[in-house]
Structure formats: C-alpha cells, structure tokens
C-alpha cells in the first residue's frame, strides 16, 4: 500500500489518534528526558466486552482477533515510548469457551523484547471489563497513564520519581477531528504525513510475529527495522470534544451492530 501511494503521488496515513493526543505525547517527553532514568519495562491491558455478532469477533481471516483491534494501542505506544523497535516476541491466547470466540482469540497476552534487554508485555482481550492502562518502570521512577487509549474519557498521567508523585489530568478531547485537521493540512500544503505507511507497517509486523507465536508456542524472531520518526509532542493537536451522537442502526463494541 505505502509503494503503491508513493508511485502515484498520493498521501497516506495511518489514523494513529494517539499521536496527536497531549498525555500520551507528554508521556514520550517524561521518558525521553531521562527523570525515571532508563526505561525498562513496559506494562499495558487494553480490554473491553464485545457481544456476539458484532464485527469485532469476526473470523481472525478477515481481520479479527484482539491483537489486530485493541493489541496494536499496546504495541505502538511500547514503540514510541521506548523509541526502539522489538527484536523477538513471544505470545499466548486464551479463549473461556464462549461461542463469540470461537473464530477468535478472547484474550491474547505478548512479551516483546526490544534492544538493551528491555521488555515490554500487554494483554488485550474481548471478553473482560473495560480497562486502558500503561504504565512504563524505569531506573529512576515510573510513568502511568489510566484511560491511555480512550477517546471518551479523561486520561490520567501519574509520574512518580524517588518517591515524589505528580498527577496530571487531560480532558477527553475530539481526537478523530485533531488527525483529520493534520492529514488535511498535509494534503493542502504538500506535506509528507506522518504517521506514515511506513509506521503502520512496523506494527503489522509484530502483530503478525505474535500470532504466529500463540498459534504455535513458539518465540518468534523479528529482523531489523529501523524507524527515524518517532511522534513528539510537537504534533499535539487538542481540540475540544464534541457532543455524542445518537446511535441510529448501530452501538457501541459491547453491543451488536
């Protein structure tokens, strides 16, 4: 998709809200300032109840599977905010039975390894409460961010160093309108998106890479992949949510649509 865009002179980018989201772009600066020292360890669940029949527990041949869906928030976020890419993962699925999970994978939990013997892990799942979170340890202190991956709610940034906390608030915003707003200016005024093709073929890969471990048991070794852009807080554009729409012929994930 990327070369064939690139052939024709058209823009493409991938609709990573994230990037352009304050908390989680201030959680790259923290990081990236070195007050928790060096970071190490990556944490994240990015969960939520999914009803049968709904397009998100379709068969995982046409793009199914928590990995794809929910997972990848999880691996993108352990990317930008270790500013790394990972050499080997190694994966597990877990399934309760449920015949909305027969073609699907209920719950997926991943290790990923990144250069320095940093790790990072994640589970997302279908089939349990709702819950966004990441938090990342470092030599020093600790970042977290409750609501990480929301587009409805506050998001909660904790940082604690040497046992001094410090919380911040950021509320919920339209985040779909501040990558729309950018990809429009990119269009408008020649400018090369980012993130790119390239950044979403980095997470295809792993998503890939830990399918293939959970289906055979196996670790699975990634080759090299080398990514210059990393999102800063520089792309942050927040723009105030709007109101809720009412759902006509359609609901939310944990509902049938």
């Known amino acids: 998709m990327a070369q064939a865009c690139l052939k024709n002179k058209v823009k493409l980018m991938i609709a990573y809200r994230l990037h352009f989201d304050k908390a989680n772009m201030m959680a790259v600066e923290i990081i990236k300032s070195g007050k928790i020292g060096t970071p190490r360890i990556f944490n994240s669940v990015f969960t939520q ?10 068969p995982m041949t046409t793009g199914g599977g928590t990995v794809y869906d929910v997972g990848v928030y999880c691996i993108n976020a352990a990317r930008y905010l270790f500013q ?5 993962v190694f994966a597990f699925s877990a399934s309760n039975g449920e015949k909305r999970f ?48 929301s ?10 160093v040497e046992s ?11 985040q779909f309108a501040a990558e729309i707003i950018y990809f429009s200016d990119c269009l408008l005024n020649d400018k090369d998106p980012e993130p790119s093709g390239e950044e979403g073929l980095a997470d295809v890969r792993i998503v890939r890479a830990i399918n293939q471990s959970a289906q055979t048991g196996k670790p699975v070794q990634l080759g090299d992949f080398k990514r210059q852009n990393r999102p800063t807080l520089q792309q942050v554009i927040q723009i105030p949510a709007s109101e809720q729409p009412k759902l006509i012929y359609a609901a939310d994930p944990s509902g049938k649509s």
């Open 49 to 58: 109840q999914v009803a049968e029949g709904n397009v998100r527990v379709e």
């Open 84 to 88: 790394d890419e990972p050499t080997e």
């Open 102 to 149: 027969e073609e699907i994978d209920e719950m997926t939990s991943a290790i990923l390894r990144f250069p320095g013997n940093r790790l990072a892990t994640f589970t997302s799942s279908f089939g349990t409460a709702p819950v966004s979170t990441f938090q990342v340890v470092g030599t020093k202190g600790d970042v977290r961010m409750d609501s990480a991956y």
């Open 151 to 160: 587009y409805l709610d506050d998001i909660e940034l904790q940082q604690t």
């Open 164 to 174: 001094d906390t410090q919380k911040q608030t950021f509320p919920a915003g339209d």
